[in-house]
């Protein structure tokens, strides 16, 4: 059972949560002047947000989910567009206390799915195009366990112009690794394929 406080250890929490709070300090160094006042570890958390709301500093998930709602039926908006849902989220951010774009964004879709509404997702990345010099580096390597530096000089040299972002770094990385794999290959008599 959870040990209760008085009302004055309570106060003295709050105060020191107030102080470390206008002090500019962050959340964690907030929690540990919480427990020197007298706060359990295991409650710490819970009161940090209940004094966060009380405080004024942030809203209650029901405060949120009202200020949601509000602002998708004030708007009239069409969640399924970017324009739609960038203007309810814009809407909640400004309304809101202490709510981000992305904690927006989040609110919104976690309405629109409790809703079972349609809900714009920003259209997923096709990912970046890996560079393939260590693909290259490592089928010239297993080819040629005996390649000297010229050999790897001459892997990186074959990537196309702007695909060479960094060569003398790849040269260092790698040169230990064409190192290791050649002493491998000289201890077990490996040959080249």
Same mark, same amino acid.
């Given at each position: 059972? /959870?040990?209760? +406080?008085? @009302?004055?250890e309570?106060?003295e929490?709050?105060d020191?949560?107030?102080t470390a709070?206008? !002090?500019? %300090?962050e959340e964690d160094d907030?929690?540990m002047?919480?427990?020197g006042?007298g706060?359990?570890?295991k409650?710490v958390?819970?009161?940090?947000?209940?004094?966060?709301v009380q405080?004024?500093?942030?809203?209650t998930?029901e405060?949120?989910?009202?200020?949601?709602e509000?602002?998708?039926?004030a708007?009239?908006?069409d969640?399924?567009?970017?324009?739609?849902?960038g203007k309810?989220?814009? /809407?909640?951010v +400004?309304? @809101?206390?202490?709510?981000?774009e992305?904690?927006?964004a989040a609110?919104?879709r976690?309405? !629109?799915? %409790?809703?079972?509404m349609?809900?714009y997702a920003?259209?997923?990345?096709?990912g970046a195009?890996?560079?393939?010099?260590?693909?290259?580096?490592?089928?010239?390597?297993?080819?040629?366990?005996?390649?000297d530096?010229?050999?790897?000089?001459?892997?990186?040299?074959?990537?196309e112009?702007?695909?060479?972002?960094?060569?003398?770094?790849?040269?260092?990385?790698?040169?230990?690794i064409r190192?290791?794999v050649? +002493?491998i290959a000289?201890e077990n008599n490996i040959?080249?394929a």
């Open positions: 059972m /959870a040990e209760e +406080k008085s @009302g004055d309570l106060n929490i709050l020191a949560f107030n709070i206008d !002090a500019g %300090k907030i929690k002047a919480m427990i006042a706060a359990t570890f409650n958390t819970r009161l940090y947000n209940d004094y966060l405080t004024g500093r942030a809203m998930k405060a949120k989910a009202e200020l949601v509000g602002a998708v039926t708007k009239g908006a969640l399924t567009t970017e324009d739609g849902f309810v989220q814009a /809407a909640v +400004k309304g @809101g206390t202490n709510v981000s992305s904690s927006a609110l919104i976690a309405f !629109a799915k %409790k809703n079972e349609e809900c920003k259209p997923k990345g096709t195009v890996r560079n393939p010099f260590v693909t290259n580096f490592h089928e010239a390597l297993i080819a040629n366990p005996h390649m530096e010229d050999g790897l000089k001459a892997v990186i040299a074959a990537l112009p702007q695909q060479q972002v960094n060569p003398t770094r790849w040269f260092n990385q790698h040169n230990a190192r290791m050649n +002493k000289v040959k080249a």
